[in-house]
């Protein structure tokens, strides 16, 4: 093996965990680091004593055929199932379960939010938390996994490149909306929702009747720093304007970069010469496909290159 054995990979959703299992079983040292307590990224799960909830992404898609192929594989692990008529699927029996599956024994530091890289004399890199604490060994190469806005704080003293890459993303945020105790199906009607999914018709999901309503990219973006109260009430104003709220549970999350992707046609980026990389569903089409294939393409090309 040559050069870089140890690789960072900062940040544990389907991009960062398809990059660490690619270069996992190409025989490199990978850890992953993650700012959350779990792993997943959007593809996330809301959980109380009573309810929980994908509030993240609601579901994914399969269109090119390398993508094709890995999700038949994760519905006959038993990882992944079909939800609706247009070919959409979950993962099972939570969102993050194809995630977990390809971080398997890999190593994982969850709750450590990176927040500055640096590299030393003999090219290798160490990376410190928010407190100033170093994270992990020295790393040969590092993968940024993260959302754009995200990535440019930590590459831009040692990739311009890079970090001007990241910086013409402009990903926007997304209000999400969890609703149990809802007696009838909420009134989809409202301008400001783009989406609501009954959780509970997902397979491998509890009975419980829970209710994900998405806002659209425009509200979102309007309300991006509203009071949850205050977005609490605009939702349930827009989906209950009839009905008793007395036994209705709402909590909302604000995902801050949500949506939108570059659309590159290599939705990867590599600096052969800093050793860092970037890959994320923002650099594609800001699904969990593009995700998916922007980590697998971001390993392939350092693998090609070692």
């Known amino acids: 093996m040559s050069l870089s054995n140890r690789i960072a990979i900062i940040g544990a959703g389907m991009a960062g965990a398809a990059c660490a299992r690619a270069l996992h079983d190409a025989g490199y040292e990978v850890v992953a680091f993650d700012k959350s307590r779990g792993t997943g990224g959007r593809l996330s799960t809301r ?21 094709i192929s890995e999700v038949a594989r994760w519905v006959d692990a038993g990882i992944a199932a ?51 604490e170093v994270a992990g060994e020295a790393f040969d190469a590092v993968i940024s996994a993260t959302p754009a806005e995200q990535a440019v704080p930590l590459l831009v003293n040692l990739s311009a490149t890079l970090a001007d890459l990241a910086r013409s993303a402009q ?14 199906t909420p009134i989809a009607g409202s301008p400001m ?31 991006l720093e509203d009071s949850a109260d205050s977005v609490k009430e605009a939702f349930l ?44 569903d923002w650099l594609g089409a800001g699904s969990v496909e593009s995700a998916w294939l922007s980590g697998c393409g971001i390993a392939n090309q350092f693998l090609a290159g070692n």
């Open 47 to 67: 959980r109380t004593p009573d309810w929980q909830a994908d509030h993240g992404a609601p579901g994914f898609h399969a269109g090119c055929p390398d993508f």
């Open 82 to 132: 079909p939800f609706s008529v247009d070919g959409e699927f979950v993962g099972v029996p939570q969102m993050n379960q194809p995630v977990k599956h390809l971080l398997r024994d890999i190593t994982i530091r969850t709750g450590q939010r990176i927040a500055h890289i640096e590299r030393n004399a003999a090219g290798q890199y160490r990376l410190l938390n928010e407190s100033g």
């Open 171 to 184: 990903q926007t945020p997304c209000w999400v909306a969890m609703l149990s105790g809802i007696q009838d």
């Open 193 to 223: 929702i783009d989406r609501i999914i009954a959780n509970h018709c997902k397979y491998g999901r509890a009975n419980t009747p829970v209710y994900v309503a998405y806002a659209t990219e425009a509200w979102s973006v309007e309300h």
């Open 237 to 280: 104003t827009a989906l209950l304007p009839d009905q008793r709220r007395e036994e209705v549970t709402c909590e909302v999350h604000r995902w801050r970069y949500a949506r939108g992707g570059l659309g590159l046609a290599t939705p990867w980026a590599w600096d052969a010469s800093a050793r860092i990389g970037l890959c994320g």
